[in-house]
């Protein structure tokens, strides 16, 4: 189960980074809103288009996955490899020194 989500939460973070590389930034057509119809199209509301849309699933799912992997490892169930609790090993006995006679 945890396998399938780590390989989910490697292509959503993949894909995520790619979605907003893609799209343009906000200020790109700065001048051109500034020529015809003012600054309205520049500091309004543009609703979301196709590609907005596409990253806020994408966040969505990272999220979700991220949230369910830190479960699964964070659990009392997982594995560790430190043992619940550690003793100190014995010390040998000391030998009386040969040359001090």
Do not use: E
Not at 15 to 34: E, H, P, R, T
Not at 58 to 80: H, N, P, R, V
């Amino acid at each position: 189960m945890t396998s399938v989500l780590i390989g989910l939460h490697i292509l959503v973070s993949i894909a995520l980074i790619v979605i907003v590389l893609l799209q343009m930034g906000k200020g790109a057509q700065a001048g051109a809103s500034f020529g015809a119809g003012g600054s309205q199209a520049m500091f309004g509301s543009t609703g979301g288009n196709f590609m907005s849309k596409v990253t806020a699933g994408a966040a969505i799912i990272f999220m979700l996955t991220s949230l369910s992997l830190a479960y699964f490892y964070g659990s009392a169930s997982s594995k560790t490899v430190m043992p619940s609790s550690v003793t100190a090993p014995a010390q040998p006995a000391a030998t009386p020194d040969q040359n001090s006679k």
